[in-house]
């Protein structure tokens, strides 16, 4: 049974298993087919409760604690004025009805199955319940995401070199760990759906987790998980009616927009430094970390539980890459990504032509992450 699985997961996943060698480099690929092999093959994610990641990276200590990041210094500052308590900042007594249009989780036109013919005979209760489904997807796979974060930021913490941007990242881990604790309570015990870590999500934190350069978990984590996360949860913030959700969101958003710009900070002078060799190993990395990423939203957990039985994961897939929800997610999720990534140098005339045929160099010249002040920060909370 366990050969035919291996075998039937190796068929599922090989469309997307060349995402791992798209760029063509040969230092991508071998660093991203162990954690491809782990996450799409041997499903690690979604064979048990527990899952063990390599970790091999070096520890930096500063005995002699050198402040020489003013910038740094600046967003540690503003961290400090921003922490807030996700057991008394938020009001938890709220009550949540999954089925209300009311206060609806998200709306009807939003979801990639709001034009199947199935879903629009279905009774209300049933059409509010795959609404439900939806929701709770998108926020397990972004608890899954925080989860990652937590770990990314522990790593950053121990192995960046600089004093300032350890005092920073130090503030950071609290940030996570407050994410996992809110998303966790509000998907147990208000909608009362959680879902397991998507494949491709399992694939880019186990190759940033298990990268041994610090700036490379920098990249993976600061810049793109923190980057799409950023722009995913503004949308919904932006869309959900329900106030709970809306407010939890607010607060989250407000935190994503410093790590971004921390990640933007500690590398853009970085990256400077290394050889072209390494800088382009980086830029296809990104790259093809940016497909992974695209193509968590395919929600195949929830195709599972509900149309599994109904369509092909090819037809799920054509149908998820069509919809509105899809195209609003590439939009959002790449309008602070792509600019960052230029800014930090790792968006070349080499690159460009790959990142315009997934349809995301339009956002080559918007805004990059903002230079955020504590008072900005407190502001854009309230």
């Not at 291996?6 to 040969?26: E, H, Q, W």
């Not at 809110?182 to 870590?197: C, G, Q, R, S």
Request: charged content about 25%; proline content about 3%.
């Amino acid at each position: 049974m366990a050969i035919i699985d291996t075998f039937s997961n190796v068929v599922d996943t090989l469309p997307l298993m060349k995402d791992a060698t798209a760029s063509g480099n040969l230092q991508v690929l071998r660093s991203l087919l162990g954690p491809a092999f782990r996450g799409m093959i041997q499903k690690r994610g979604k064979r048990g409760e527990l899952s063990s990641m390599p970790v091999d990276y070096s520890v930096s200590f500063d005995w002699n604690y050198l402040r020489d990041k003013p910038d740094l210094a600046r967003l540690y500052e503003a961290a400090k004025s921003s922490q807030w308590n996700g057991t008394t900042d938020l009001d938890w007594s709220t009550s949540v009805d999954p089925l209300s249009d009311e206060t609806a989780l998200l709306p009807w036109d939003f979801l990639p199955i709001s034009n199947l013919a199935s879903f629009i005979k279905a009774s209300p209760k049933e059409r509010a319940e795959q609404r439900r489904g939806i929701t709770g997807w998108l926020l397990s796979q972004s608890l899954h995401g925080e989860q990652g974060a937590l770990f990314a930021a522990c790593q950053v913490t121990e192995a960046v070199p600089w004093l300032d941007a350890k005092l920073y990242g130090s503030t950071q881990v609290m940030d996570e760990g407050r994410h996992v604790e809110v998303f966790h309570a509000y998907l147990t015990k208000k909608l009362e759906k959680k879902y397991e870590i998507n494949d491709n999500l399992y694939v880019v934190i186990d190759a940033l987790m298990s990268d041994s350069r610090w700036d490379m978990k920098f990249l993976g984590m600061q810049i793109m998980i923190e980057g799409l996360a950023l722009g995913t949860f503004g949308m919904i913030q932006q869309m959900t009616r329900e106030p709970l959700l809306k407010k939890l969101l607010t607060y989250i958003i407000t935190d994503e927009a410093r790590h971004v710009h921390y990640g933007v900070l500690a590398l853009k002078d970085f990256l400077t430094q290394l050889t072209e060799k390494e800088r382009r190993e980086r830029e296809d990395w990104a790259f093809e970390v940016s497909l992974f990423l695209r193509n968590r939203f395919f929600a195949h957990e929830f195709y599972d539980e509900y149309y599994g039985h109904a369509m092909s994961r090819q037809q799920w897939e054509r149908l998820v890459i069509e919809s509105e929800m899809m195209t609003r997610f590439r939009k959002t999720m790449f309008k602070r990504v792509i600019p960052n990534l230029k800014r930090i140098g790792l968006l070349s005339d080499r690159i460009k032509p790959k990142y315009a045929e997934l349809g995301l160099l339009g956002f080559e010249y918007g805004k990059a992450a903002p230079d955020l002040t504590a008072t900005d920060l407190i502001n854009d909370r309230d």
